[in-house]
């Protein structure tokens, strides 16, 4: 029976799903928004650092990874902490120590080195928000509805990043620094109260309570492992489009900037919308897997028409671009709640923030590989290279993946669950 089912998995048995699953879900939106601001601050700061502090751009661009640094060591311990005690303190004390680094970083804004220390301390507080909020969704969400909460909760990044865009550079220029860092002190610290009050952890049964201790689910099993390097791959046609479409389309496409600026931007909210597409798509299908694996391959199909693309001057460019940048983040809401599900309420943490750390090492490499690429065999070619990493994923999409807890998961839309 599915109450014995989860009883055995070590989830209370579900209810009538109401209105406080989706309260907490946009607890975790706002949490992980918040933090997601904050790591992408340091970039937007490099145009006052550059043009008017005379920085070297090469040292501006070390300041924009700090953030990206301190989240990639701490991923797994916050998702370990949140295994044990739970998401709610995990998310609301991570915002409050994140709020008081980026306080720190503002009130030592004129000194680069004490300034580079805080906003990697800033990375590691926000590190707390992505392991928790994903395990935050799969516990108050049942499964036919997690495709669909999965991807309004993978929404945050970009919004972060488009809040961080709208709000840093203007006040970094004008009343400065530390004032463009305070707006992340603000956010941050009020969504930590807001989550301290009105976030709670989803019911599951008691470790001591079960028949058996839960079991390591990447022992005897490489599916969690795959999963993880199919999400590392498909990062590079991601990262490839995100970091160097704004680029290819004013030197190459010859766009002038303020189109091109306005192409990138509009794909990045195209993409946001694509994830909760894509996770409604898999709730209907009762599966991740098979949507995993058909994204992997349009992703490949998007990378060659760009390449194609790529080799004459027209304004098709700019569909395609959007075309690329929207298939190529679909995946990400995809594998991670499959990631969570597999995994289960006493490990999904550790497992999340593995799969995170794995995709931001895999990102940080992507810049400096693809631009060394593009300066040596152009646009096309490098576009093609990250098609062929999406093409080496898609036998690595496991069969066998969609798993809930270590029972295979029947189809979602013919479960009685709520």
């Not at 490489?222 to 046609?237: A, D, E, G, M, N």
């Not at 298939?327 to 597999?342: H, K, P, Q, T, Y």
């Not at 593995?354 to 990102?363: K, S, Y």
Request: aromatic content about 6%.
């Amino acid at each position: 029976m599915a109450g014995e089912d989860e009883q055995r998995a070590g989830v209370m048995p579900a209810q009538a799903l109401g209105a406080k699953p989706w309260l907490m879900l946009a607890l975790g939106l706002l949490a992980q928004t918040a933090t997601s601001m904050l790591t992408s601050t340091p970039a937007f700061l490099i145009p006052e650092l550059h043009t008017h502090r005379g920085i070297p751009l090469a040292t501006a661009g070390l300041l924009a990874s700090t953030t990206t640094i301190g989240m990639v060591v701490a991923l797994v311990a916050w998702g370990a902490l949140a295994d044990r005690i739970g998401e709610r303190w995990v998310i609301s004390s991570g915002l409050a120590l994140a709020a008081l680094a980026a306080g720190g970083a503002a009130m030592f804004a004129s000194n680069l080195g004490v300034l580079a220390g805080f906003l990697v301390l800033g990375g590691i507080a926000s590190a707390s928000s992505s392991p928790a909020s994903g395990r935050l969704v799969v516990g108050w969400f049942p499964r036919r509805r997690r495709g669909l909460a999965m991807g309004i909760r993978q929404m945050s990044q970009p919004l972060g990043v488009a809040l961080a865009a709208l709000i840093v550079p203007p006040l970094a220029q004008n009343p400065g620094i530390a004032f463009a860092l305070l707006a992340s002190v603000i956010f941050c610290g009020s969504i930590a109260i807001a989550c301290a009050v009105g976030l709670r952890d989803p019911a599951r049964v008691p470790a001591s309570h079960l028949a058996s201790r839960p079991a390591n689910p990447y022992l005897g099993s490489s599916t969690l492992v795959r999963i993880h390097l199919v999400s590392i791959l498909l990062v590079v046609p991601q990262f490839t489009v995100s970091t160097f479409g704004l680029v290819w389309l004013i030197s190459a496409e010859k766009l002038p900037i303020g189109v091109a600026g306005l192409v990138v931007g509009l794909a990045q909210l195209i993409g946001a919308l694509g994830r909760i597409v894509v996770g409604v798509w898999s709730d209907r299908l009762g599966s991740r897997m098979r949507p995993l694996r058909w994204v992997a391959l349009a992703a490949v199909a998007s990378m060659l028409l760009l390449a194609a693309v790529g080799l004459i001057v027209t304004p098709v460019a700019a569909f395609v671009l959007i075309v690329a940048a929207t298939v190529s983040v679909a995946d990400n809401g995809l594998a991670f709640g499959a990631v969570a599900e597999i995994a289960g309420p006493y490990w999904s943490g550790r497992a999340l923030g593995a799969q995170n750390t794995g995709q931001w090492i895999g990102a940080s490499l992507v810049g400096p590989l693809a631009g060394l690429l593009i300066g040596l065999v152009g646009y096309p070619l490098t576009f093609v290279a990250s098609g062929a990493c999406a093409l080496i994923a898609v036998p690595l999409v496991p069969k066998s993946g969609d798993i809930e807890h270590g029972m295979p998961a029947g189809p979602a839309v013919a479960s009685a669950r709520p």
